[in-house]
């Protein structure tokens, strides 16, 4: 949203017009909010950081990742509320390529012990609205194909 709109969450959007991408995760999240805000969908993220600029849309759904990058690369932008879907991320892998997993998920514990795996995630928690979760432990069954953490 923009720093000076009075919005608080998603519930204060009905009627607006919330950009997100084709194929998006976000699509049927917003069309199931009570207050029917107005899904407005572009190509990319790049593109709806655009509309947001123009004045063509009112906000932008997505995940925390992509909104901790699209407002730091507007100053006028602010990320507001609670989330309304929880979609966490994960890596997979081919399941031809057990090297991968094994190579993956080495450098998650590596990351886990050292203390950078929780600084990597940080940034992101700190962000308003955002409500970070415990990383699960790695995988530790023995299908060396099984996919990483």
């Known amino acids: 949203m923009r ?31 009570p207050s029917k805000p107005v899904p407005y969908i572009l190509a990319d993220f790049t593109d709806c950081l655009v509309a947001f ?39 997979g892998s081919a399941l031809g390529h057990p090297e991968f ?13 050292n203390g950078n795996l929780d600084a990597a995630v940080q940034p992101v928690a700190d962000f308003p609205g955002s409500h970070p979760r415990p990383l699960p432990p790695p995988h530790t069954g023995t299908d060396p194909g099984a996919g990483p953490t």
């Open 101 to 113: 997993t094994r190579f993956v998920n080495g450098v998650l514990d590596q990351m886990r012990a």
């Open 3 to 33: 720093k000076d709109s009075t919005a608080r969450g998603i519930q204060d959007l009905g009627g607006k017009k919330v950009c997100t991408t084709a194929g998006s995760t976000a699509i049927p999240h917003l069309n199931a909010v």
């Open 53 to 91: 600029q123009n004045g063509e849309v009112d906000a932008i759904a997505t995940d925390d990742a992509i909104l901790a990058g699209l407002a730091a690369q507007d100053p006028y932008a602010k990320i507001i509320g609670d989330r309304f879907s929880d979609e966490p991320y994960g890596i």
